[in-house]
């Protein structure tokens, strides 16, 4: 997902690793707590974005929504279509870690075709591996595979960083791993 290279700063510091059985961020819980107080009450959709991230990350996740839909409908005032799909994309994430499954596999799927038609590459890449990790966690693990490697070969093909295909790749293996147990 386009990022300003500020957001992309913290969010790097932020996460400190994967956990290897559900594929979740592990978080750094302090740096997250001082980069929510620095945005304190901003509401630039690029900081209500970043609240979301930044508390689903911590597990607050009814204010992550709460937030994640007052982003998606300034997104939308805006008119700009591909901010509002990054929104709805953050949002099926909170959906996601809130363990409403079904919600945020449709919207996921949604969200993959939209980039698709518009050829936005990384919103595309975003939603599919976001997608992937719903089917993870729903043990659809065939499923999840082919998201994860359509991710990486998206990714891949955008010309990601090594530290950008790590999820993707870490996914990947992980996933592997529990079907070939």
């Known amino acids: 997902m386009p990022r ?6 913290h969010e790097l510091s932020i996460i400190t690793g994967y956990d290897m059985t559900t594929l979740r961020e592990k978080v750094d819980l302090r740096a997250v707590g ?8 901003l509401r630039s959709l690029s900081a209500l ?18 937030i994640a839909n007052e982003a998606l409908r300034q997104a939308r005032f805006s008119g700009d279509r591909e901010q509002a799909l990054g929104a709805r994309i953050r949002r099926a994430q909170v959906q996601q870690y809130q363990g409403k499954y079904p919600a945020a596999l449709q919207e996921l799927s949604l969200c993959v075709e939209e980039a698709q038609t518009h050829e936005w590459g990384t919103l595309e890449a975003t939603a599919t591996l ?10 659809d693990y065939p499923e999840a595979l082919v998201d994860f490697k359509a ?15 790590e999820g993707s790749l870490v996914a990947v293996a992980v996933t592997e791993s529990f079907l070939s147990a």
Do not use: C, H, T, W
């Open 4 to 9: 300003p290279e500020k957001y992309q700063e």
């Open 34 to 41: 001082e980069r929510l107080d620095e945005l304190g009450k």
């Open 49 to 66: 974005n970043e609240k979301v991230v930044l508390l689903r990350l911590s597990g607050q996740l009814d204010e992550a929504f709460v």
């Open 130 to 139: 976001s997608r992937g990790k719903v089917r993870f966690e729903m043990q």
């Open 151 to 165: 991710a990486v070969f998206l990714m891949e093909r955008l010309g990601a960083s090594i530290d950008q295909l």
